[in-house]
């Protein structure tokens, strides 16, 4: 059974590993943060199926941290894109 | 057991290189802070790596070089949140500056209440 | 099958680690380095430092990553100037020679450590009893290392102190960063006041099971300091004015109990810092709880930066 | 193979290939609003099925609420999350 969590962990994270791609290729500024959301979900479920797999019960509290602090960076990045209106390609290019 | 450590250790190795690299190569700021929490946190990894070596008695790491990389965390982070806040102060100074490049920048007005 | 994962693991942090460096757009950049933050924490679950982990995912997966992504954004029109800048070929060449022989040495470090590993895993286990602490992590932090915890509490104050003292004259002693406003009842601040009870009590919680398990006071401030973070950024709370008389009361007590239980211990112990008999559990408990309040104000004010607005 | 085991790999299974999907979605879809409802079938459903497939293994009722709560807590963010990437990305709008 620790085997098949173990396998399940790994098709999880190379699934994840895909939201690096989106990253990479972006275009746009919120692209980029749905890959990094994704990886965050993969982590959490990761650390789930490890401890799950090697019986670690701790492990569960920092898939718990990581879940109520998944959205942290989002909302960052929601308040930064709120608070300059035109932040955006335009201004990037501005002389 | 081992495994993971020579592992990670070696990913942290390569994880300074990148770092250091990336430090000396990139020019805005804000990369070097990044660049900079690279290393660190390569640093950080190998050191985890010699502590998880050091297991034994049914612990999976050596307590005392996981108990200073608690320290080192979040020393490491306030570190790097003053640098981020110093950089975002000098962006704000120097945005007038290159606005004006001649003129110094109005001195603030000496009557502002200032509490210790 | 753990070798294999760890592998895919170790490959995709170098990966992203990579992206950090080379990214052109900064955003990118950032972006790729919250992602590695929380791969982080991965790496140590897996070296078997499962507090380290927590501390991991509460600062590196959380607020580090809120404080770079908005520092970016705030910093793009900066972008343009900064990427006319090219280092020259040989600096360029200069760094890859400079990196890749550290990372070659340390390589040849990793792969040459002594075998046995020394530890000091059996002198912790063999004197943790008299600490009454069943996480060997908090007797180091709080006995065997207390000086670097006291340091430490004391170097995250400076910190603090540091970024106050960039706040311009007109605004000094005033409040930190910009007043968030959000729509009342839209779906930030429905998150701001949904969120942040749940936190707390998992933040005391983690901060509670430190005695015994995977857990303490860092990593429950780190949660506590995010979620207050969380109500601010959605227009509910405001950063007090740095200038409050509680405030800085609420900032050194943690500190001046350590220091003060840590001065006691010159006479009842016999050195500073020292415990006497009996009495390390309930004393190591008054430090941890004198210490998590000020920890979780320091580090969500070092956050919310540099004061901005008049006190008044 | 108990029946807890069968159990298990069916949900795990079923939450991988969520994640199979929301990773795929994500790639492939043409723009941004589509990418994050991909991105939010992993978030709750690849998630949620993992935790359901872990659920009769964990020791104690607390093993139990927390694994419920890191799935509520992740339902919670992706839906807070997703709202507010969709309103990013509505008002920049596509780029290349």
């Known amino acids: 059974m620790a085997e098949f969590l173990l396998a399940a962990a790994l098709f999880v994270l190379a699934m994840v590993a895909l939201g690096f791609v989106r990253i990479m290729r972006g275009p746009g500024d919120a692209d980029r943060m749905m890959g990094a959301q994704l990886i965050g979900a993969g982590g959490i479920a990761v650390l789930l199926l490890v401890s799950a797999a090697t019986g670690t019960g701790?492990?569960?509290?920092?898939?718990?941290?990581?879940?109520?602090?998944?959205?942290?960076a989002s909302v960052g990045f929601f308040k930064s894109a709120a608070d300059a209106p035109t932040d955006d390609a335009e201004t990037a290019d501005r002389p | 057991m081992t495994d993971a450590a020579t592992l990670f250790g070696l990913c942290a190795a390569v994880l300074v290189g990148l770092g250091l690299y990336?430090?000396?190569?990139?020019?805005?700021?804000?990369?070097?802070?990044?660049?900079?929490?690279?290393?660190?946190?390569?640093?950080?990894?190998?050191?985890?790596?010699?502590?998880?070596r050091g297991g034994a008695l049914g612990w999976g790491g050596d307590p005392v070089p996981q108990a200073l990389l608690i320290t080192g965390l979040v020393v490491a982070f306030c570190a790097s949140a003053l640098a981020v806040t110093l950089l975002l102060r000098l962006a704000e100074e120097a945005e007038s500056v290159t606005l004006a490049p001649d003129v110094p920048a109005p001195a603030e007005p000496a009557t502002d209440a200032r509490d210790a | 099958m753990i070798e294999t994962l760890n592998a895919g693991l170790a490959l995709l942090i170098l990966a992203l680690a990579v992206w950090t460096?080379?990214?052109?757009?900064?955003?990118?950049?950032?972006?790729?380095?919250?992602?590695?933050?929380?791969l982080l924490t991965l790496v140590w679950v897996q070296l078997h430092g499962v507090d380290v982990a927590l501390i991991e995912g509460a600062i590196g997966g959380g607020l580090t990553g809120a404080m770079l992504v908005r520092a970016a954004a705030r910093l793009r029109r900066t972008e343009a100037a900064a990427r006319a800048e090219h280092p020259a070929v040989l600096t360029r060449m200069a760094a890859v020679l400079v990196a890749g022989s550290a990372s070659a040495a340390l390589a040849v470090a990793v792969l040459t450590l002594p075998d046995p590993a020394p530890t000091l895993a059996p002198e912790t286990a063999t004197n943790l009893a008299a600490t009454g602490m069943g996480n060997p992590l908090t007797g180091v932090l709080l006995a065997f290392r207390a000086m670097d915890t006291l340091l430490e509490a004391i170097v995250v104050l400076f910190?603090?102190?540091?970024?106050?003292?960039?706040?311009?004259?007109?605004?000094?002693?005033?409040r930190p960063g910009p007043r968030h406003h959000a729509d009342p009842d839209g779906i930030l601040a429905y998150l701001a006041r949904v969120l942040p009870p749940i936190g707390l009590v998992v933040g005391v919680y983690i901060f509670w099971i430190g005695a015994d398990l995977p857990g303490g006071k860092f990593q429950g401030a780190s949660i506590i300091a995010a979620m207050w973070l969380l109500a601010v950024m959605a227009g509910l709370s405001d950063a007090p004015p740095v200038s409050r008389t509680w405030l800085r009361l609420a900032l050194i007590g943690g500190p001046v109990v350590f220091i003060a239980i840590g001065t006691a211990g010159i006479s009842a112990a016999g050195a500073f810092l020292a415990y006497p008999d009996g009495l390390a559990k309930p004393l190591i408990k008054a430090i941890e709880w004198a210490l998590m309040p000020s920890l979780a104000l320091t580090l969500a004010l070092l956050l919310a930066g540099v004061p901005e607005r008049p006190a008044r | 193979m108990s029946l807890v085991d069968l159990f298990t790999v069916a949900a795990v299974s079923a939450g991988a290939f969520f994640f199979l999907a929301g990773s795929v979605g994500l790639l492939r879809f043409p723009d941004a609003l589509t990418?994050?409802?991909?991105?939010t079938k992993a978030d709750n459903l690849g998630l949620g099925l993992v935790v359901l497939g872990l659920l009769p293994r964990v020791d104690g009722v607390l093993g139990g609420?927390?694994?419920?709560?890191?799935?509520?807590?992740?339902?919670?963010?992706?839906?807070?999350?997703?709202?507010?990437?969709?309103?990013?990305?509505?008002r920049t709008g596509p780029r290349a």
């Open chain 4, 65 to 90: 609420l927390k694994l419920v709560a890191i799935w509520l807590l992740a339902l919670l963010a992706s839906a807070a999350v997703s709202q507010l990437i969709a309103r990013v990305a509505r």
């Open chain 2, 22 to 52: 990336g430090f000396i190569v990139n020019p805005q700021p804000l990369r070097k802070i990044i660049a900079f929490n690279v290393i660190g946190n390569g640093v950080f990894v190998l050191f985890g790596a010699v502590a998880h």
């Open chain 3, 21 to 38: 460096i080379v990214a052109r757009d900064t955003f990118a950049a950032v972006v790729g380095f919250v992602a590695y933050g929380m």
């Open chain 4, 35 to 39: 990418r994050l409802h991909a991105l």
């Open chain 1, 58 to 72: 701790p492990i569960v509290d920092v898939a718990l941290t990581l879940a109520l602090l998944a959205a942290f």
């Open chain 3, 159 to 174: 910190a603090l102190i540091g970024v106050w003292s960039l706040a311009p004259d007109r605004v000094w002693g005033g």
